[in-house]
């Protein structure tokens, strides 16, 4: 008796979980990338107020010479919302180079069973526990820009015209950011070094997705990397604004769609 249409046919549900995850991995960074430019597009400026401050007793001394209004409006929602898919981005991203990582480097074509629950955990409930953390933590109905600019709809980053490492804008954003570059470039350091010392991944045969592995996760550091100079083009001035500035349109520039190597790819 022919057992391998029976194989054939019990490894291909396998096979299209694993293309499933790829490209909703994919899909899911579209889909948050898509949601921050709607998003910044349409509400990062804020609209400044021209109305003077009510109840205003002429013979008390107020406690700062800034005046500091009630949160009013919807800017404090558009940088919460900013800062989520934002997160979220960079989140997937990780998880889809992570994604291929596993699977070039045990040469197999499906994935562990729990890795569709875990990305899902590490794409979507990271940025959101970091988000409301964030918002807990720094933001006050009558002090809004603990936790948010004045000026820009996004997270408070200075402190007496100076970058603060208190502020949310470090601890919330950059830090995290600059730890899921890391942690990217890893990725594309392991994937180089197991291409370079496997002979099956030399060969001829793997050549072609090993190279859209390199190409991908190399995107995926690329396209943090391209978002985190554009919002530091937004904290310092003079010279350094506009070295980020140059940095920030050279990376978007380069920016393409990256493509699952070939074995994740439905046919």
Known sequence: MNRLPVLSFLRTPRKQTTSV????????IYVSLLAFIITFIAGVQNQPRNTEPEDVDDNVIPDSEEHVWPDRGPCTAVATLQHFF?????????????????????????????????????????????????????????????????????????????????KPLFWGFLLPVGLILIYNM???????????????????????????????????????????????????????????SILFCICTTTQVRPRPPHHLRCH
């Open 86 to 166: 934002l997160l979220a981005t960079f989140s997937w991203n990780s998880v889809y180079g992570t994604q291929l990582v596993l699977l070039v480097r045990s040469m197999r074509r499906s994935l562990p069973p729990f890795w569709k629950p875990l990305s899902v955990a590490v794409g979507w409930g990271f940025p959101a526990v970091l988000t409301a953390v964030t918002l807990a933590v720094t933001y006050r109905a009558d002090s809004p820009l603990g936790y948010r600019q004045e000026e820009f709809c996004w997270l408070a980053g200075l402190e007496k015209d100076r970058f603060s490492f208190r």
């Open 21 to 28: 995850n790829s490209r909703l991995a994919l899909l899911f």
């Open 186 to 244: 890893v990725l594309l350091l392991l994937t180089s070094l197991i291409t370079c010392r496997d002979p099956n991944l030399r060969s001829s045969r793997h050549s072609s997705s090993t190279s859209k592995v390199l190409v991908s996760v190399s995107l995926a550091v690329l396209l943090g990397l391209s978002w985190t100079l554009g919002y530091l083009v937004l904290v310092p001035t003079g010279p350094a604004k506009t070295t980020f």
